[in-house]
């Protein structure tokens, strides 16, 4: 039985909807994350599995039992939100503590968890202070540790890393995932950053206007994006049309890929930017007929890990390399781009339908 079950969940505001016709499934323990742009309904689908917001329609069940109508407070889950919002009228060891207290558990014994889960979010010694006397990771941190102190069967995180620096953000990153691999709590994390997505999550629910574009691990759907949109979405920089014959797809301008899936007809084809190599020496190119394209370099950006080089193909072609950042290129050098046939992704000619599940994966 799935953990975590979602069903046709819908949710509108003064005739807009938010959310429409979700369906969404976690195992026990997994890092699954709601990815999408601003006002695509990711935090409203975590406020509903909270409690916090009542769907219109649909239901959501957790280990078999249904929630529609139980109050977050015995939902039995924890949320941790973009600021911490910590009481600050109690001690870090109090707003820890504070689960606990609701709980019934007697002050010793809660204090002595609080401690311990201080300890295990690197905040040891910090009981004794006040809110104001953090900066915002280490806020963060308390909110992680109040959270994770009640054992939650579901941990909800909205956007709780955006407020915090690069730096303090990868820190945090580290910190969750070695939390959750510790206590192997089920966690549903909100974000829109891609990035942040595809390191802490074991799968991501792609959202697009109230609705789940698709569903995947990280890698798949960076890789093989089920339409542009999505690919776009993901930091796709490449997108041309071809004429494809099975495994061969011909270019406008009369050249031809080698591609190692098979389609037929017109097809939209996009190529991961880290996934092409860069030759200045014809000489050095490989030995693969017709996957090795001329052009001129019109942009070289330095990164700091990388190099992004833009090369003029055709007319209307250009690709972007993304390569070390020891290989500089002069704009209007000639140089060959080589795609690897395995690099090609063609897309479908229609937008993904949303994603849907055939029947209720759990009978009321």
Not at 101 to 111: A, C, E, F, L
Not at 304 to 315: D, L, M
Request: net charge negative.
């Amino acid at each position: 039985m799935d953990y975590l079950v979602v069903e046709h969940l819908t949710k509108q505001f003064q005739g807009h909807v938010a959310v429409h016709d979700l369906w969404l499934t976690m195992a026990q323990g997994e890092v699954l994350a709601l990815l999408g742009p601003s006002g695509c309904g990711k935090s409203t689908t975590l406020q509903l599995v909270a409690g916090l917001l009542h769907p219109d329609a649909g239901a959501i069940y957790l280990e078999g039992r249904p929630m529609n109508h139980v109050p977050p407070e015995r939902r039995d889950m924890a949320l941790v939100l973009q600021r911490g919002l910590l009481f600050p009228h109690l001690t870090v060891g109090e707003n820890v503590a504070f689960g606990l207290k609701m709980r019934g558990m007697n002050r010793v014994d809660r204090d002595k968890e609080a401690i311990a889960m201080l300890h295990r979010v690197q905040l040891q010694g910090f009981e004794h202070r006040r809110p104001s006397e953090l900066s915002g990771g280490q806020a963060q941190r308390v909110a992680l540790a109040r959270s994770l102190v009640i054992g939650p069967k579901l941990l909800l995180l909205d956007e709780p890393l955006s407020a915090l620096d690069a730096n303090l953000r990868e820190e945090m990153q580290d910190l969750i995932l070695s939390l959750q691999a510790q206590t192997q709590v089920t966690m549903l994390i909100v974000t829109h950053d891609q990035a942040e997505a595809t390191v802490m999550a074991q799968r991501i629910a792609l959202m697009f206007d109230g609705q789940l574009r698709q569903v995947d691990a990280p890698e798949r759907l960076y890789r093989y994006p089920c339409d542009e949109a999505t690919a776009r979405f993901m930091g796709g920089v490449n997108f041309f049309t071809v004429q494809a014959e099975q495994h061969q797809w011909h270019l406008p301008s009369g050249q031809h890929l080698t591609s190692s899936l098979a389609h037929q007809g017109p097809l939209r084809v996009t190529l991961r930017p880290e996934a092409l190599r860069l030759y200045t020496d014809a000489a050095h190119l490989p030995d693969v007929p017709g996957n090795c394209l001329q052009g001129e370099a019109i942009a070289n950006r330095f990164t700091g890990t990388q190099r992004r080089i833009t090369v003029a193909i055709a007319p209307n072609l250009t690709l972007q390399v993304w390569g070390s950042p020891t290989q500089d290129i002069a704009l209007g050098q000639s140089v060959w781009v080589y795609i690897p046939a395995d690099a090609l992704w063609g897309l479908p000619g229609e937008p993904c339908p949303p994603v849907a599940m055939p029947s209720p994966a759990v009978q009321s």
